[in-house]
Protein backbone atom coordinates (compact mmCIF):
# COMPACT_ATOMS: atom_id res chain seq x y z
CA UNK A 1 0.00 0.00 0.00
CA UNK A 2 1.50 3.41 -1.29
CA UNK A 3 1.07 6.31 0.51
CA UNK A 4 -1.51 7.53 -1.90
CA UNK A 5 -3.78 5.29 -0.81
CA UNK A 6 -5.78 4.19 2.04
CA UNK A 7 -8.12 0.86 2.46
CA UNK A 8 -11.83 1.03 2.30
CA UNK A 9 -13.02 -0.03 5.99
CA UNK A 10 -15.94 -1.84 4.04
CA UNK A 11 -14.82 -3.41 1.47
CA UNK A 12 -10.82 -3.45 2.48
CA UNK A 13 -10.30 -2.03 -1.28
CA UNK A 14 -7.30 0.25 -1.92
CA UNK A 15 -8.65 3.69 -3.00
CA UNK A 16 -7.03 6.54 -3.78
CA UNK A 17 -6.57 9.25 -0.96
CA UNK A 18 -7.67 11.69 -3.49
CA UNK A 19 -10.27 9.52 -4.49
CA UNK A 20 -11.42 8.52 -1.03
CA UNK A 21 -11.30 12.37 -0.30
CA UNK A 22 -13.91 13.61 -3.19
CA UNK A 23 -15.82 10.71 -2.30
CA UNK A 24 -15.76 11.52 1.07
CA UNK A 25 -16.59 14.77 0.65
CA UNK A 26 -18.91 14.29 -2.03
CA UNK A 27 -20.91 12.06 0.56
CA UNK A 28 -20.85 14.38 3.34
CA UNK A 29 -21.94 16.96 0.23
CA UNK A 30 -24.73 14.94 -0.95
CA UNK A 31 -25.67 14.01 2.46
CA UNK A 32 -25.92 17.74 3.62
CA UNK A 33 -27.71 18.50 -0.11
CA UNK A 34 -29.87 15.17 1.25
CA UNK A 35 -30.58 16.91 4.41
CA UNK A 36 -31.43 20.24 3.13
CA UNK A 37 -33.57 18.73 0.50
CA UNK A 38 -35.33 16.80 3.28
CA UNK A 39 -35.70 19.87 5.03
CA UNK A 40 -36.68 21.70 2.22
CA UNK A 41 -38.75 19.34 1.66
CA UNK A 42 -40.68 18.95 4.52
CA UNK A 43 -40.85 22.74 4.75
CA UNK A 44 -42.14 22.93 1.15
CA UNK A 45 -45.11 20.07 2.42
CA UNK A 46 -45.89 22.25 5.52
CA UNK A 47 -46.07 25.66 2.84
CA UNK A 48 -48.14 23.74 1.25
CA UNK A 49 -50.37 22.52 3.49
CA UNK A 50 -50.70 25.53 4.98
CA UNK A 51 -51.26 27.34 1.46
CA UNK A 52 -53.43 24.08 0.80
CA UNK A 53 -55.86 24.75 4.52
CA UNK A 54 -55.66 28.98 3.11
CA UNK A 55 -57.43 27.99 0.26
CA UNK A 56 -59.64 25.40 1.45
CA UNK A 57 -60.72 28.13 4.04
CA UNK A 58 -60.87 30.20 1.85
CA UNK A 59 -62.85 28.52 -0.46
CA UNK A 60 -65.10 26.61 1.84
CA UNK A 61 -65.99 30.42 2.96
CA UNK A 62 -66.47 31.45 -0.40
CA UNK A 63 -68.78 28.32 -0.88
CA UNK A 64 -70.66 29.53 2.41
CA UNK A 65 -71.14 32.69 1.24
CA UNK A 66 -72.60 31.36 -2.13
CA UNK A 67 -74.76 28.98 -0.27
CA UNK A 68 -76.01 31.54 2.30
CA UNK A 69 -76.78 33.74 -1.23
CA UNK A 70 -78.35 30.89 -2.63
CA UNK A 71 -80.17 30.40 0.41
CA UNK A 72 -80.96 33.97 0.37
CA UNK A 73 -82.18 33.62 -2.85
CA UNK A 74 -84.28 31.21 -2.43
CA UNK A 75 -85.94 33.03 0.17
CA UNK A 76 -86.49 35.77 -1.53
CA UNK A 77 -87.45 33.59 -4.44
CA UNK A 78 -90.05 31.76 -1.81
CA UNK A 79 -91.17 35.97 -0.27
CA UNK A 80 -91.34 36.78 -4.02
CA UNK A 81 -93.68 34.27 -4.61
CA UNK A 82 -95.81 34.10 -2.16
CA UNK A 83 -96.47 38.18 -2.55
CA UNK A 84 -97.52 37.19 -5.98
CA UNK A 85 -99.91 34.79 -4.63
CA UNK A 86 -101.08 36.92 -1.73
CA UNK A 87 -101.26 39.68 -4.75
CA UNK A 88 -103.49 37.51 -6.76
CA UNK A 89 -105.16 36.79 -4.18
CA UNK A 90 -105.95 40.16 -3.07
CA UNK A 91 -106.85 41.10 -6.66
CA UNK A 92 -109.28 38.31 -6.79
CA UNK A 93 -110.68 39.51 -3.36
CA UNK A 94 -110.76 43.17 -4.75
CA UNK A 95 -112.47 41.83 -8.56
CA UNK A 96 -115.40 39.93 -6.12
CA UNK A 97 -115.66 42.65 -3.36
CA UNK A 98 -115.83 45.13 -6.66
CA UNK A 99 -118.38 42.55 -8.52
CA UNK A 100 -120.28 42.34 -5.43
CA UNK A 101 -120.79 46.52 -4.96
CA UNK A 102 -121.86 46.60 -8.50
CA UNK A 103 -124.32 43.63 -7.90
CA UNK A 104 -125.29 45.45 -4.48
CA UNK A 105 -125.47 49.19 -6.34
CA UNK A 106 -127.48 47.77 -9.00
CA UNK A 107 -129.99 46.20 -6.75
CA UNK A 108 -129.86 49.49 -4.84
CA UNK A 109 -130.81 51.38 -8.14
CA UNK A 110 -133.31 48.77 -9.21
CA UNK A 111 -135.18 48.83 -5.91
CA UNK A 112 -134.89 52.75 -5.76
CA UNK A 113 -136.92 52.81 -9.33
CA UNK A 114 -139.47 49.87 -8.13
CA UNK A 115 -140.11 52.82 -5.23
CA UNK A 116 -140.37 55.56 -7.55
CA UNK A 117 -142.96 53.58 -9.81
CA UNK A 118 -144.43 52.91 -6.46
CA UNK A 119 -144.69 55.99 -5.18
CA UNK A 120 -145.58 57.61 -8.45
CA UNK A 121 -148.16 54.69 -8.87
CA UNK A 122 -149.65 55.46 -5.67
CA UNK A 123 -149.57 59.15 -6.16
CA UNK A 124 -151.72 58.25 -9.43
CA UNK A 125 -154.09 56.67 -7.32
CA UNK A 126 -154.24 58.70 -4.70
CA UNK A 127 -155.21 61.54 -7.30
CA UNK A 128 -157.65 59.40 -8.83
CA UNK A 129 -159.44 58.48 -5.20
CA UNK A 130 -158.87 62.23 -4.53
CA UNK A 131 -160.73 63.22 -8.13
CA UNK A 132 -163.49 60.13 -7.40
CA UNK A 133 -163.52 61.56 -3.89
CA UNK A 134 -164.06 65.49 -4.88
CA UNK A 135 -167.04 64.16 -7.08
CA UNK A 136 -169.03 61.95 -4.44
CA UNK A 137 -168.54 65.09 -2.17
CA UNK A 138 -170.05 67.07 -4.68
CA UNK A 139 -172.38 64.89 -5.31
CA UNK A 140 -173.29 64.71 -2.22
CA UNK A 141 -173.26 68.41 -1.45
CA UNK A 142 -175.67 68.56 -4.55
CA UNK A 143 -177.84 66.23 -3.03
CA UNK A 144 -177.73 67.29 0.09
CA UNK A 145 -178.52 71.35 -1.01
CA UNK A 146 -181.25 69.64 -2.85
CA UNK A 147 -182.72 67.58 0.04
CA UNK A 148 -182.24 70.76 2.39
CA UNK A 149 -184.03 72.92 -0.17
CA UNK A 150 -186.49 70.51 -0.49
CA UNK A 151 -187.17 70.00 3.25
CA UNK A 152 -186.50 73.73 4.13
CA UNK A 153 -189.32 73.95 0.88
CA UNK A 154 -191.31 71.42 2.96
CA UNK A 155 -191.04 73.22 6.60
CA UNK A 156 -191.89 76.12 4.81
CA UNK A 157 -194.99 75.12 3.38
CA UNK A 158 -196.20 73.55 6.85
CA UNK A 159 -195.22 76.92 8.27
CA UNK A 160 -197.33 78.64 6.87
CA UNK A 161 -200.29 75.79 6.85
CA UNK A 162 -199.66 75.97 10.70
CA UNK A 163 -200.04 79.53 10.79
CA UNK A 164 -203.29 79.73 8.35
CA UNK A 165 -204.89 77.20 10.10
CA UNK A 166 -204.22 78.44 13.74
CA UNK A 167 -205.66 82.39 12.49
CA UNK A 168 -208.74 80.43 10.99
CA UNK A 169 -209.67 78.53 13.71
CA UNK A 170 -208.38 81.54 16.74
CA UNK A 171 -210.05 84.75 15.48
CA UNK A 172 -209.23 86.52 18.71
CA UNK A 173 -205.73 85.47 18.87
CA UNK A 174 -202.82 87.25 17.50
CA UNK A 175 -200.83 84.61 15.29
CA UNK A 176 -197.80 86.16 14.42
CA UNK A 177 -194.64 84.28 12.39
CA UNK A 178 -191.21 85.13 14.12
CA UNK A 179 -189.12 86.55 11.40
CA UNK A 180 -186.04 84.84 9.40
CA UNK A 181 -183.07 84.95 11.57
CA UNK A 182 -184.12 85.85 15.01
CA UNK A 183 -183.74 84.22 17.45
CA UNK A 184 -186.84 82.56 18.71
CA UNK A 185 -189.95 80.03 17.87
CA UNK A 186 -191.33 79.84 14.02
CA UNK A 187 -194.86 80.93 15.58
CA UNK A 188 -196.28 82.94 18.53
CA UNK A 189 -199.94 82.61 19.48
CA UNK A 190 -200.98 85.11 21.74
CA UNK A 191 -204.25 83.95 23.25
CA UNK A 192 -206.95 86.41 23.78
CA UNK A 193 -210.61 86.33 25.03
CA UNK A 194 -213.33 87.87 23.46
CA UNK A 195 -213.29 90.90 24.88
CA UNK A 196 -209.40 91.42 24.29
CA UNK A 197 -207.96 90.04 27.92
CA UNK A 198 -204.71 88.28 27.08
CA UNK A 199 -204.08 85.74 28.71
CA UNK A 200 -201.03 84.08 27.81
CA UNK A 201 -198.68 83.13 25.06
CA UNK A 202 -198.00 79.73 23.27
CA UNK A 203 -194.77 79.12 21.30
CA UNK A 204 -195.28 76.71 17.86
CA UNK A 205 -192.06 75.07 16.16
CA UNK A 206 -193.11 73.55 13.40
CA UNK A 207 -190.31 70.37 12.32
CA UNK A 208 -190.61 68.15 9.20
CA UNK A 209 -187.54 66.26 9.10
CA UNK A 210 -187.05 62.44 8.76
CA UNK A 211 -185.26 62.35 12.64
CA UNK A 212 -185.86 63.68 15.94
CA UNK A 213 -183.44 65.51 17.89
CA UNK A 214 -183.59 66.38 21.61
CA UNK A 215 -182.01 69.14 20.87
CA UNK A 216 -185.34 70.70 19.85
CA UNK A 217 -186.29 70.49 23.41
CA UNK A 218 -183.51 72.72 24.77
CA UNK A 219 -183.79 75.06 22.13
CA UNK A 220 -187.52 75.87 22.30
CA UNK A 221 -187.31 75.79 26.02
CA UNK A 222 -184.74 78.76 25.70
CA UNK A 223 -186.96 80.50 23.55
CA UNK A 224 -189.87 80.24 26.07
CA UNK A 225 -188.26 82.31 28.81
CA UNK A 226 -186.63 84.47 26.52
CA UNK A 227 -190.28 85.24 25.47
CA UNK A 228 -192.02 84.76 28.94
CA UNK A 229 -194.01 82.45 26.88
CA UNK A 230 -196.69 80.35 28.81
CA UNK A 231 -196.69 76.88 26.80
CA UNK A 232 -193.90 75.32 24.28
CA UNK A 233 -195.22 73.29 21.59
CA UNK A 234 -193.60 71.18 18.59
CA UNK A 235 -195.35 70.04 15.51
CA UNK A 236 -193.39 67.43 14.21
CA UNK A 237 -193.46 64.67 11.47
CA UNK A 238 -191.27 62.21 13.23
CA UNK A 239 -192.18 61.88 16.89
CA UNK A 240 -190.35 60.70 20.76
CA UNK A 241 -190.87 58.09 22.59
CA UNK A 242 -192.66 60.26 24.96
CA UNK A 243 -195.13 61.31 21.90
CA UNK A 244 -195.81 58.21 19.95
CA UNK A 245 -199.46 58.29 20.33
CA UNK A 246 -199.83 61.58 18.65
CA UNK A 247 -199.40 63.89 21.41
CA UNK A 248 -196.82 64.21 24.51
CA UNK A 249 -195.60 66.52 27.36
CA UNK A 250 -191.77 65.49 27.12
CA UNK A 251 -189.24 66.74 29.14
CA UNK A 252 -191.62 70.11 29.76
CA UNK A 253 -192.51 70.53 26.19
CA UNK A 254 -195.40 69.44 24.51
CA UNK A 255 -194.94 67.84 21.26
CA UNK A 256 -197.40 66.63 18.43
CA UNK A 257 -198.03 65.00 15.19
CA UNK A 258 -199.67 67.35 12.50
CA UNK A 259 -202.87 65.96 12.38
CA UNK A 260 -203.18 66.68 16.13
CA UNK A 261 -201.84 69.61 16.73
CA UNK A 262 -205.84 71.72 16.48
CA UNK A 263 -207.37 69.41 18.98
CA UNK A 264 -203.60 70.61 21.24
CA UNK A 265 -204.50 73.65 20.70
CA UNK A 266 -207.72 74.46 21.67
CA UNK A 267 -206.78 71.93 24.90
CA UNK A 268 -204.26 74.70 25.62
CA UNK A 269 -205.41 77.99 24.44
CA UNK A 270 -208.31 77.48 26.90
CA UNK A 271 -206.38 76.21 30.01
CA UNK A 272 -204.84 79.69 29.53
CA UNK A 273 -207.96 81.30 29.27
CA UNK A 274 -209.12 79.32 32.36
CA UNK A 275 -205.72 80.17 34.40
CA UNK A 276 -206.80 84.13 33.53
CA UNK A 277 -210.18 83.74 34.58
CA UNK A 278 -209.20 82.04 37.46
CA UNK A 279 -206.63 84.90 38.46
CA UNK A 280 -209.42 87.90 37.23
CA UNK A 281 -211.48 86.59 39.54
CA UNK A 282 -209.47 86.66 42.75
CA UNK A 283 -207.88 89.75 41.70
CA UNK A 284 -209.38 92.09 44.73
CA UNK A 285 -208.51 89.92 46.96
CA UNK A 286 -204.85 89.73 46.47
CA UNK A 287 -202.68 90.52 49.25
CA UNK A 288 -199.12 90.45 49.34
CA UNK A 289 -198.59 86.92 50.66
CA UNK A 290 -201.44 86.18 48.09
CA UNK A 291 -199.27 88.09 45.55
CA UNK A 292 -196.32 86.17 46.20
CA UNK A 293 -197.96 82.65 46.23
CA UNK A 294 -199.60 83.82 42.89
CA UNK A 295 -196.38 84.20 41.36
CA UNK A 296 -195.17 81.12 43.04
CA UNK A 297 -197.29 79.44 41.44
CA UNK A 298 -197.67 81.04 38.02
CA UNK A 299 -196.22 79.61 35.05
CA UNK A 300 -193.35 82.39 34.76
CA UNK A 301 -191.65 81.78 38.74
CA UNK A 302 -192.09 77.57 37.86
CA UNK A 303 -189.87 78.47 34.07
CA UNK A 304 -187.36 80.05 36.06
CA UNK A 305 -187.05 77.58 38.80
CA UNK A 306 -187.02 75.00 35.80
CA UNK A 307 -184.66 77.18 33.97
CA UNK A 308 -182.37 77.01 37.26
CA UNK A 309 -182.30 73.45 37.66
CA UNK A 310 -181.78 72.49 34.18
CA UNK A 311 -178.84 74.87 34.28
CA UNK A 312 -177.93 73.15 37.48
CA UNK A 313 -178.11 69.98 36.16
CA UNK A 314 -175.67 70.84 33.03
CA UNK A 315 -173.25 71.82 35.70
CA UNK A 316 -173.32 68.91 37.75
CA UNK A 317 -172.98 66.76 34.20
CA UNK A 318 -169.80 69.06 33.08
CA UNK A 319 -168.22 68.49 36.52
CA UNK A 320 -168.68 65.26 36.47
CA UNK A 321 -166.84 65.26 33.11
CA UNK A 322 -164.25 67.53 34.32
CA UNK A 323 -163.57 65.67 37.38
CA UNK A 324 -163.13 62.38 34.78
CA UNK A 325 -160.89 64.01 32.86
CA UNK A 326 -158.93 66.13 35.55
CA UNK A 327 -158.85 62.62 37.41
CA UNK A 328 -156.86 61.08 34.22
CA UNK A 329 -155.17 64.18 34.18
CA UNK A 330 -153.59 63.88 37.61
CA UNK A 331 -153.38 59.82 37.08
CA UNK A 332 -151.23 60.68 34.35
CA UNK A 333 -149.27 63.75 35.85
CA UNK A 334 -148.61 60.90 39.00
CA UNK A 335 -147.08 58.32 36.69
CA UNK A 336 -145.11 60.87 35.17
CA UNK A 337 -143.81 62.03 38.41
CA UNK A 338 -143.20 58.27 39.70
CA UNK A 339 -140.81 57.61 36.68
CA UNK A 340 -138.86 60.83 37.32
CA UNK A 341 -138.29 59.94 40.60
CA UNK A 342 -137.60 56.73 39.97
CA UNK A 343 -135.23 57.88 37.17
CA UNK A 344 -133.37 60.38 39.51
CA UNK A 345 -132.86 57.72 41.91
CA UNK A 346 -131.40 55.58 40.06
CA UNK A 347 -129.17 58.19 38.19
CA UNK A 348 -128.06 59.93 42.37
CA UNK A 349 -127.37 55.86 43.18
CA UNK A 350 -125.53 54.81 40.33
CA UNK A 351 -122.84 58.52 41.26
CA UNK A 352 -122.55 57.25 44.64
CA UNK A 353 -121.70 53.87 43.72
CA UNK A 354 -118.85 55.53 42.38
CA UNK A 355 -118.15 58.33 44.28
CA UNK A 356 -118.89 56.78 47.54
CA UNK A 357 -119.19 58.74 50.86
CA UNK A 358 -117.44 61.72 49.12
CA UNK A 359 -120.81 62.62 47.73
CA UNK A 360 -122.69 65.15 49.55
CA UNK A 361 -126.45 63.67 50.41
CA UNK A 362 -129.61 65.31 48.44
CA UNK A 363 -132.29 66.64 50.56
CA UNK A 364 -135.90 64.39 49.69
CA UNK A 365 -133.21 61.38 47.73
CA UNK A 366 -132.33 59.76 51.31
CA UNK A 367 -133.13 57.52 54.02
CA UNK A 368 -133.48 59.62 57.11
CA UNK A 369 -130.61 58.86 59.42
CA UNK A 370 -128.78 57.70 56.15
CA UNK A 371 -126.52 60.82 55.69
CA UNK A 372 -125.25 60.33 59.30
CA UNK A 373 -124.67 56.78 58.74
CA UNK A 374 -122.33 57.59 55.71
Same mark, same amino acid.
Given at each position: ???????????? $??????????????????????????? #??? %????????????????????????????? %?? /?????????????????? @???????? @? &????? /????????????? %???????????????????????????? !????????????????? +????????????????????? $??? /????????????????????????????????? #????????????????????????????????????????????? +?????????????????? !????????????????????????? $???????????? /?? @???? +????????? &???????????????????????????????????????
Amino acid at each position: MSASTIICPKCK $AEIPVEEALGHSISEKLEKEFQEKLKA #KEK %ELVKQIKEDSVGELKLLQEELDKKEKKLE %ES /RENEITLRKQKLDLEEEK @RNFELEKQ @R &QLDAE /REKIRLKVEMEML %EASRLKDKEKDKVIDDLKKALDDAQRKA !NQGSQQLQGEVQELDLE +ETLKHHFVFDVIEPVGKGVRG $ADI /RQIVKTSLGNVCGTILWESKRTKAWSDDWLVKL #KDDLRSEKANIPVIVSAVLPEGAKSGIGLVDGVWVTSYTLYLVLA +ELLRQKLIDIAREKFVSQ !NKSTKAEALYGYIVSHEFIQQVEAI $AEVYQDMQTQIA /RE @RAAY +EKLWKTREA &QVGRLIGSTANIIGSLRGSVGSTMPAIKGMDLPGLEDGE
